[in-house]
């Protein structure tokens, strides 16, 4: 008996052992987690892409196809200029009748792999498979065929442009818009039998060089070759620029080795935020949205150079990393402050380059939708200066900021605040500085101001409400540089919101330019297409809440913090109030919905957490974790609307650490609900910061009670300042809310400026 159970004993032992081991082997790293291919399927508008990329790098890279559920991929890609832009050039691997060969091939395809790090794909008509790993400004192909007695041939194309060959390289460039070119240098480690134009069903090897639009080469490669790999470099500069940026990041063949290396990078970069949980498909949510915050901006410095679409000219970078791409209507909120935690060098970069760009543009207007093609002043408001006075409050001080107030002060008062228009002030701008909205055109009347975009209209609610915010922040960094006067007239404006609130209704309501409200008015449906002739993209319900910069004001406009709670409750409860159809065909930026309550776009992030400011903290964290738990999932359709490249997925970020910038510009977080038992934010010099839930299961969403570095904390909020010094935020958590935790009125968080201030 003794021996029967010492043997059971032995058994279970090594079985144990093997389980650990098992599961030694099998620990995630944070890249590990990392999921492209949530939300590749759109709820409505444009889906995420599975972008292949290194940390804020020039080459990113995806499959050129519509989405998901896509039949076939367009080619493969090269490199991607912007967001959402298609591919520059294309590599179409061929193999077959060469009377068949086209500029772009179409593929079926099947076995993708998608990894930040790494792509592989089966080109199953073909028999074709291609593997391809990125560095920063440089990637690797490796194509394997399967038809040992065909030839091969790599087609590569430019959409608008010209290429060369010799030998074994291809190099040339494509034209983009504002006189920009992307340039590439591109080799492979066989050398084609045939080079040339294709002409005549036939490859022309006397013809080494091509031009115009869909312009394109063809290398042939002998019979039997099943592998052939191809490197290359890309340049905004030259492609001398482009061969070098490859010689620098890729200096053999070896795929593996740079898809190890990007691994390592990506591994390093997330782990900046180090998670712990039982939750596995809350760390996905959470890595893959972080990956999606480091798509932009990218940076353009290729060996201490730059090329600037703000002036076309190629400049010295000095040191400092010049970034672009980047739309600020959406990363201001939550993207650019996530940054000022995790990586405030890059974020004094980007800033340094935004003054770069206001710099180097005629008018010296702040950027507010740069791009690698220049400033494509998209959405509306002026955004930027938000990122200015959020980084220095925060204490990141290596930029100008006086340089800074200028350019801002220039982009809100010069140019017109009229939507997606970069024109100068006019007749709209004036009446703005002198009442203080931007008047809405009463229905039926024909629109005369020039600088009103004939699809975007006016949008007066949004751009009235986005100015004072950034007026706000303007008086704010007069406020710093000892501009009193200016302070003071700034923030006095900033106060104007008022001017466009109803008072019986509650709402926020555009005004005719007589100074009476446009009525008949629907708060859900009026306004036309993406209620562009009164709000924009949203409609007044979201746009009700908009007030970041001095949200304490809104509660008693609203009726003070019994009926201000009761009124979000009310948005949350109000139906859409037509068809599904019919909604959305009028408002299909409005997704995600909860009610009215959209969580698809940028200007909802903020409103759960205003519970918080009526006493109420116990109602964010319920809706913080039931709107995270709704639409952000570990699936194909797990993004409620457009992604935006990280303006979106900040908002998830902040949330599963538990803390949101509600206010970019006070250097103060509003606490929600943690979604892990632990997370350590490393925040630079040794130190890190702690967010530590006691009694932690994935369904108890409520505090119970706080420490905040070891002292009680019953407050609702707490200080970057107490952040950036490390140490813990300790909060005991329970499935059913302690509705008196930060309930009293010391406990909400402040508004308009910091306590003492």
Same mark, same amino acid.
């Given at each position: 008996m003794n021996k029967y159970f010492c043997y059971l004993f032995s058994a279970i032992l090594s079985i144990t052992i093997s389980a650990k081991s098992t599961s030694a082997q099998?620990?995630?790293?944070?890249?590990?987690?990392?999921? &492209? /291919?949530?939300?590749?399927?759109?709820?409505?508008?444009? &889906?995420?892409?599975?972008?292949?990329? $290194? &940390?804020?790098s020039m080459l990113r890279f995806y499959p050129e196809r519509e989405n998901y559920t896509s039949n076939t991929v367009n080619g493969l890609p090269l490199?991607?200029? !912007?967001?959402?832009?298609?591919?520059?050039?294309?590599l179409s691997p061929f193999q077959g009748d060469v009377r068949e060969i086209k500029n772009t091939?179409?593929?079926? /395809?099947?076995?993708?792999?998608?990894? &930040?790090?790494?792509?592989?794909?089966?080109?199953?008509?073909?028999?074709?498979?291609?593997?391809?790993?990125?560095?920063?400004?440089?990637?690797?192909?490796?194509i394997n065929f399967s038809k040992s007695q065909a030839s091969s041939y790599l087609i590569l194309n430019t959409r608008d442009g010209e290429l060369s060959t010799n030998e074994n390289t291809v190099s040339g460039f494509q034209r983009l818009s504002n006189n920009t070119k992307v340039f590439i240098y591109l080799e492979t480690d066989l050398k084609p039998v045939e080079a040339g134009s294709y002409q005549n069903s036939s490859i022309e090897n006397q013809k080494k060089a091509v031009s115009g639009r869909n312009a394109f080469l063809v290398l042939k490669y002998a019979g039997n070759t099943q592998r052939v790999k191809a490197r290359y470099g890309i340049s905004f500069i030259s492609v001398e620029?482009?061969?070098?940026?490859?010689?620098?990041?890729?200096?053999?063949?070896?795929?593996?080795?740079?898809?190890?290396?990007?691994?390592?990078?990506w591994n390093t970069t997330l782990g900046k935020i180090a998670i712990k949980g039982s939750d596995e498909n809350a760390k996905t949510i959470f890595y893959t949205s972080l990956y999606r915050t480091y798509e932009r901006m990218i940076n353009l410095s290729e060996d201490g150079k730059y090329f600037s679409a703000f002036d076309g000219k190629i400049h010295n970078d000095n040191g400092t990393p010049f970034f672009t791409d980047d739309w600020i209507w959406d990363t201001y909120r939550a993207t650019h402050p996530l940054r000022v935690i995790i990586e405030p060098k890059m974020e004094s970069n980007m800033i340094n380059s935004y003054l770069r760009m206001a710099e180097q543009m005629d008018d010296h207007w702040m950027p507010t939708f740069p791009e690698v093609t220049g400033d494509s002043r998209r959405m509306n408001s002026n955004h930027g200066v938000a990122t200015i006075i959020d980084a220095y409050n925060k204490g990141l001080r290596s930029f100008n900021l006086e340089?800074?107030?200028?350019?801002?002060?220039?982009?809100?008062?010069?140019?017109?605040?009229?939507p997606w228009s970069a024109k100068?002030?006019?007749?709209?701008?004036?009446?703005?500085?002198?009442?203080?909205?931007?008047?809405? $055109?009463?229905?039926?009347?024909?629109?005369?101001?020039?600088?009103?975009?004939?699809?975007?209209?006016?949008?007066?609610?949004?751009?009235?409400?986005?100015?004072?915010?950034? #007026?706000?922040c303007l008086g704010n960094i007069a406020q710093q540089l000892g501009k009193t006067e200016e302070a003071r007239h700034f923030l006095d404006k900033s106060l104007t919101y008022r001017t466009v609130f109803n008072p019986e209704t509650k709402f926020f309501h555009p005004k005719d330019a007589s100074g009476k409200f446009i009525e008949p008015l629907d708060y859900r449906f009026s306004g036309g297409l993406g209620a562009r002739e009164t709000y924009d993209e949203n409609n007044g319900w979201l746009y009700r809440w908009d007030v970041l910069h001095n949200v304490d004001d809104l509660v008693e406009m609203i009726g003070g913090k019994g009926v201000f709670v009761e009124e979000l409750e009310k948005m949350y409860n109000t139906p859409l109030g037509k068809s599904r159809f019919d909604f959305y065909s009028q408002l299909p930026d409005h997704t995600g919905n909860v009610g009215q309550f959209s969580m698809g776009n940028e200007p909802a992030m903020h409103i759960p957490y205003l519970y918080n400011y009526a006493g109420q903290p116990w109602r964010t964290q319920k809706r913080v974790r039931s709107l995270l738990s709704q639409w952000f999932r570990n699936d194909l359709m797990g993004i409620?609307?457009?992604?935006?490249?990280?303006?979106?997925?900040?908002?998830?970020?902040? !949330?599963?650490?538990?803390?949101?910038?509600?206010?970019?510009?006070?250097?103060?977080?509003?606490?929600?609900?943690?979604?892990?038992?632990?997370?350590?934010?490393?925040?630079?010099?040794?130190?890190?910061?702690?967010?530590?839930?006691?009694? /932690?299961?994935? #369904?108890?969403?409520?505090?119970?009670?706080?420490?905040?570095?070891?002292?009680?904390?019953?407050?609702?909020?707490?200080?970057?300042?107490?952040?950036?010094?490390?140490?813990?935020?300790?909060?005991i958590m329970g499935k059913r809310p302690n509705k008196q935790w930060a309930a009293d009125d010391a406990a909400t968080p402040p508004s308009f400026k910091m306590p003492g201030k």
């Open positions: 099998v620990t995630k790293q944070p890249v590990d987690y990392v999921n &492209p /291919y949530v939300g590749n399927i759109s709820h409505l508008l444009v &889906p995420t892409y599975p972008t292949v990329h $290194l &940390p804020n490199v991607i200029t !912007s967001h959402r832009g298609s591919s520059a050039f294309n091939i179409r593929y079926g /395809y099947d076995n993708e792999i998608i990894k &930040p790090y790494y792509y592989e794909v089966d080109l199953d008509d073909f028999g074709i498979n291609a593997k391809f790993a990125p560095s920063h400004q440089s990637g690797i192909y490796e620029q482009a061969k070098k940026n490859l010689q620098r990041e890729i200096k053999d063949y070896n795929l593996a080795n740079v898809a190890e290396l990007g691994k390592n990078i340089e800074a107030y200028q350019y801002c002060k220039a982009g809100i008062t010069e140019k017109t605040l009229a100068k002030a006019g007749v709209l701008d004036q009446f703005f500085k002198d009442h203080g909205y931007f008047p809405a $055109l009463p229905a039926g009347e024909k629109e005369t101001a020039p600088e009103v975009h004939g699809f975007e209209k006016r949008q007066p609610i949004a751009v009235t409400l986005g100015t004072v915010y950034d #007026e706000w409620p609307g457009d992604e935006d490249g990280g303006g979106l997925t900040s908002f998830v970020v902040f !949330s599963q650490i538990g803390f949101y910038p509600i206010t970019p510009g006070l250097p103060m977080y509003v606490i929600g609900s943690p979604t892990f038992e632990n997370v350590k934010i490393d925040i630079g010099n040794g130190k890190k910061f702690e967010v530590a839930c006691r009694n /932690y299961a994935p #369904e108890n969403k409520y505090i119970q009670s706080a420490k905040l570095n070891g002292k009680v904390w019953n407050k609702s909020w707490f200080t970057h300042e107490e952040l950036m010094k490390g140490g813990s935020l300790e909060l």
